[in-house]
């Protein structure tokens, strides 16, 4: 039989989203975009409105809600549940032995899932909320909150409707009483160093938050370009199983200058944030760099960092943490829904700690020792605010302390936390992950365009390197250190690679000169660059894509003039010997185009029986459009989707 209580609460949802305007309905769209993008769009309103009230959306969305709104959702299922039960005409209960018929006819009458409207005064009543003042307030706020994320409904009486599902959903969770306020993030009377013995003592930090984000976040620019560019130059081999080889982690480890942690980190919010791809070869899946990686690299320090926070923000993953028993790998789709909402609680928690008061995360592993008792007290205590913020993801989860510390600690790696408090790029990710341009901008400097090339055959770069200024002094020299200050160092190997990439010794004293702070070079320099090209190029490596040899000298001498093939730049090495600038393939259906009956030989010396090539081509990854959930909700809505041609063509 259908509920029609169930019904009139769907229609009462689908009215709601009618009175709201496209932009309204496109920031809730946008806030439920993860589970809704696990169904299909939905068509019309009341789609939107059962594809809200589903289980599966549901499951999702409650994880991310904080302690009032899901206290307050509890409470008003929880009485809507009680009348249901108690209002509706259920079969008597089947006796034991009952038959099939009999059972399905009890089960199916549904009165669990009723959605009975529940007045605000019984709501506050519950929540014991009655009195007029702070807690009444954030029960009204939090009541607020869930009508326009679409998780209650008002019906025209003012009672407030809420998805039949909800009990199902925390039935099994003490969410203890209501508590309109988080509670501190650290406990009373807390500070670095109280002076007295036997106390833990925590030096006060030397630096500021926002100096420390500085450090951090200039190095993880450093660092995620170097892990791209060592894919670039040779992709990872992903294992059959899945994940990155122990070989490959220590490899990109090594070639980004971080710790394998770090960089299983940085390789799935790389792979997130779609600079990386996963792509099918005849060797296995490999990862490399996408086109997306080009146009990161011509972005400033800070627009680079922005897609790999947001990335860190939304990920089913935490990353650094490998559970028990399980092999650290990267490069795996996440399936931890919960870690997202475990970031978010706890940026929540540390944004309310001051500096003077937070401390260092506790190491890992966990210390079990008593004298790091005290850490990990501040950690549970931490923890118990943070589950204020989320109810569901934090401390009701397995290994709650482990996978709150490693998250601790990437966001310190990402310049998320210092010194036990959140900093200003930690705070801006909070408020808003799609909003980093400006204070990543603000934090990281402009590159530095010009170097202090000095007598000792050094480029002194004060700063973050420009992308060009580094290009040039990565292929004429050897870096030597990083930091605030980089340093490059110009030596006989490194000025002759500079040669072989098709430099002169003009050229390259034109290109150093143009990026030097004082616009000449030191003298000791010019020589270096001087000798080295007297030498270099003194012998000759010939380029040959292939040979074509025949025991008829006349031939050979006939092709080489032949005017049809001067595309294949024949030169003669020896009378019955030519050498063509293109491959194998290119040459044989060139000759044959010319009239001649060419035969493909291997390089034993034995005829090879062609076969056609197999071409292969990556799919493009899905794009996401930014006003998508605009042009839907005006859809929906019945509205005409506006879009640049009828946008500037009037009012149809």
């Given at each position: 039989m259908t509920n029609l209580k169930v019904v009139e609460g769907l229609d009462a949802?689908?009215?709601?989203?009618?009175?709201?305007?496209?932009?309204?309905?496109?920031?809730?769209?946008?806030?439920?975009?993860?589970?809704?993008?696990?169904?299909?769009?939905?068509?019309?309103?009341?789609?939107?409105?059962?594809?809200?009230?589903?289980?599966?959306?549901?499951?999702?969305?409650?994880?991310?809600?904080?302690?009032?709104?899901?206290?307050?959702?509890?409470?008003?299922?929880?009485?809507?549940?009680?009348?249901?039960?108690?209002?509706?005409?259920?079969?008597?209960?089947?006796?034991?032995?009952?038959?099939?018929?009999?059972?399905?006819?009890?089960?199916?009458?549904?009165?669990?899932?009723?959605?009975?409207?529940?007045?605000?005064?019984?709501?506050?009543?519950?929540?014991?909320?009655?009195?007029?003042?702070?807690?009444?307030?954030?029960?009204?706020?939090?009541?607020?909150?869930?009508?326009?994320?679409?998780?209650?409904?008002?019906?025209?009486?003012?009672?407030?409707?809420?998805?039949?599902?909800i009990p199902q959903l925390l039935a099994a969770h003490d969410l203890g009483p209501f508590a309109p306020h988080a509670p501190a993030p650290v406990p009373d009377g807390?500070?670095?160093?109280?002076?007295?013995?036997?106390?833990?003592?925590?030096?006060?930090?030397?630096?500021?938050?926002?100096?420390?984000?500085?450090?951090?976040?200039?190095?993880?620019?450093?660092?995620?370009?170097?892990?791209?560019?060592?894919?670039?130059?040779?992709?990872?081999?992903?294992?059959?199983?899945?994940?990155?080889?122990?070989?490959?982690?220590?490899?990109?480890a090594k070639a980004a200058g971080a710790t394998e942690p770090h960089t299983r980190l940085l390789l799935d919010l790389a792979l997130a944030a779609g600079l990386i791809a996963l792509t099918r070869s005849p060797s296995g899946i490999t990862a490399l760099p996408t086109h997306t990686y080009d146009d990161w690299l011509a972005r400033p320090p800070g627009a680079r960092l922005a897609p790999v926070l947001a990335a860190w923000y939304a990920l089913w993953d935490i990353p650094t943490h490998t559970p028990f028993g399980e092999t650290p790998t990267a490069l795996v789709r996440g399936h931890d829904r919960h870690a997202p909402a475990l970031r978010n609680a706890l940026l929540a928690a540390l944004a309310d700690v001051p500096p003077d008061a937070g401390s260092t995360s506790p190491p890992l592993p966990l210390p079990d020792s008593p004298e790091d008792e005290h850490a990990l007290a501040r950690l549970r205590h931490l923890l118990r605010t943070a589950d204020w913020y989320r109810p569901l993801a934090v401390t009701e989860q397995p290994m709650a302390e482990e996978r709150a510390v490693h998250t601790l600690h990437e966001a310190a790696c990402l310049g998320l936390t210092a010194h036990g408090t959140l900093t200003p790029l930690g705070r801006a990710l909070l408020a808003d992950p799609t909003r980093l341009d400006e204070p990543l901008r603000d934090l990281l400097p402009p590159p530095v365009e010009r170097a202090h090339l000095q007598a000792d055959l050094t480029a002194v770069v004060p700063g973050r390197p420009a992308p060009e200024l580094a290009g040039l002094l990565g292929t004429v020299a050897d870096r030597e250190s990083e930091g605030h200050a980089a340093t490059w160092r110009f030596t006989p190997g490194s000025v002759r690679r500079a040669l072989d990439s098709g430099h002169t010794a003009d050229t390259l004293r034109d290109a150093l000169a143009a990026a030097s702070a004082t616009g000449t070079l030191p003298q000791p320099l010019g020589y270096l660059i001087q000798d080295i090209a007297r030498t270099h190029g003194r012998m000759r490596v010939v380029p040959a894509a292939c040979c074509v040899r025949s025991d008829d000298g006349a031939l050979i001498a006939e092709l080489a003039a032949h005017h049809a093939l001067r595309e294949l730049k024949l030169r003669t090495l020896a009378p019955t010997v030519l050498v063509s600038a293109r491959p194998p393939a290119a040459t044989l259906d060139a000759l044959r185009a010319a009239g001649y009956a060419p035969a493909l030989e291997s390089d034993?010396?034995?005829?090879?029986?062609?076969?056609?090539?197999?071409?292969?081509?990556?799919?493009?990854?899905?794009?996401?459009?930014?006003?998508?959930?605009?042009?839907l909700a005006q859809r929906l809505l019945g509205q005409r989707p506006e879009t640049p041609e009828n946008a500037t063509g009037g009012a149809g």
């Open positions: 949802l689908t009215r709601s989203l009618a009175q709201r305007t496209p932009e309204q309905l496109a920031a809730l769209l946008t806030r439920h975009a993860e589970p809704l993008a696990r169904r299909p769009a939905p068509t019309e309103l009341r789609g939107l409105a059962g594809a809200l009230w589903s289980y599966e959306t549901l499951h999702h969305v409650v994880l991310h809600l904080d302690h009032p709104r899901l206290q307050v959702l509890a409470a008003t299922a929880r009485i809507s549940q009680e009348r249901a039960a108690r209002d509706a005409s259920v079969p008597a209960a089947p006796v034991p032995g009952a038959d099939y018929q009999s059972l399905m006819a009890h089960r199916l009458s549904f009165p669990q899932l009723a959605s009975e409207p529940v007045s605000r005064e019984d709501i506050h009543a519950a929540l014991g909320t009655a009195v007029p003042g702070a807690a009444r307030t954030a029960a009204e706020t939090a009541l607020d909150a869930l009508c326009a994320d679409g998780l209650a409904v008002l019906a025209g009486d003012g009672s407030v409707v809420v998805p039949p599902r807390a500070a670095p160093h109280d002076g007295r013995p036997g106390t833990s003592a925590v030096p006060a930090p030397r630096t500021s938050p926002s100096d420390e984000s500085q450090a951090a976040a200039a190095h993880l620019v450093t660092t995620v370009e170097r892990l791209l560019a060592s894919l670039a130059t040779e992709p990872a081999t992903l294992r059959k199983s899945g994940g990155l080889t122990v070989r490959e982690v220590k490899r990109l034993t010396g034995a005829a090879t029986v062609e076969r056609l090539p197999s071409h292969r081509t990556a799919a493009p990854g899905p794009t996401r459009d930014p006003h998508a959930a605009l042009a």
